[in-house]
T-cell receptor, first 110, second 115 residues
Framework: LAKTTQPISMDSYEGQEVNITCSHN???????ITWYQQFPSQGPRFIIQ?????VTNEVASLFIPADRKSSTLSLPRVSLSDTAVYYC???????????WGAGTKLIIKP | ETGVTQSPTHLIKTRGQQVTLRCSSQ?????VSWYQQALGQGPQFIFQ???????GRGNFPPRFSGLQFPNYSSELNVNALELDDSALYLC??????????????FGPGTRLLVL
């Protein structure tokens, strides 16, 4: 059974780069990896999605190694407003199960 | 601002009762997914609807059911409520079925408390 694993929490400081890694066993060839951000009392918000190698958008980068057993969300130069819970999501192409991690609570300090 | 609305925002029920939660948007997204999020945990996929039919289901019993209407609004119905059903229920809209590759736009959720 597919499962995703993330660190429970991380701390960093304003202006630093933050990397959050998600482990996903049993990921299949056509399964995509997506990251979402969630603030208290709000629904999750899409950050980035990838399939292999590296994807970059205006807010983050996503690194996926060749074996695809993990992925790393990279947030450049974080600010206090990046304090949130970050979720790694794997969409299983075989049965359309959406497997979410338990989330990483990221706290950014001044 | 996602443009996705859910109602009610909060709800208190007792064990054995039934509840209906609603989700709507003016955006025209034709696919809706429902999630259950217990406190301190990640969202758990309940099911997805596309063209008014269920298209994918997570590990939830049949007492969790749904509807999608021609205007793409949706309902989540839960019968015979149990204490463990207390959670935040999220709906998420997307524009296509492509095995999770589409971006999902989440509503703010309905907080359900079962006593």
């Amino acid at each position: 059974l597919a499962k995703t694993t993330q660190p429970i929490s991380m701390d960093s400081y304003e202006g630093q780069e933050v990397n959050i890694t998600c482990s996903h066993n049993n990921i299949a060839t056509n399964d995509y990896i997506t990251w979402y951000q969630q603030f208290p009392s709000q629904g999750p918000r899409f950050i980035i999605q990838g399939y292999k190698t590296k994807v970059t958008n205006e807010v983050a980068s996503l690194f996926i190694p060749a074996d695809r057993k993990s992925s790393t969300l990279s947030l450049p130069r974080v600010s206090l407003s990046d304090t949130a819970v970050y979720y790694c999501l794997v969409a299983l192409d075989s049965n359309y199960q959406l497997i979410w991690g338990a989330g990483t609570k990221l706290i950014i300090k001044p | 601002e996602t443009g996705v609305t859910q109602s009610p925002t909060h709800l208190i029920k007792t064990r054995g009762q039934q509840v209906t939660l609603r989700c709507s948007s003016q955006s025209g997204h034709n696919t809706v997914s429902w999630y259950q999020q217990a406190l301190g945990q990640g969202p758990q996929f309940i099911f997805q609807y596309y063209r008014e039919e269920e298209n994918g289901r997570g590990n939830f019993p049949p007492r969790f059911s749904g509807l999608q209407f021609p205007n793409y609004s949706s309902e989540l119905n839960v019968n015979a409520l149990e204490l463990d059903d207390s959670a935040l229920y999220l709906c998420a809209l997307s524009s296509q079925i492509n095995r999770g590759r589409e971006t999902q736009y989440f509503g703010p959720g309905t907080r359900l408390l079962v006593l």
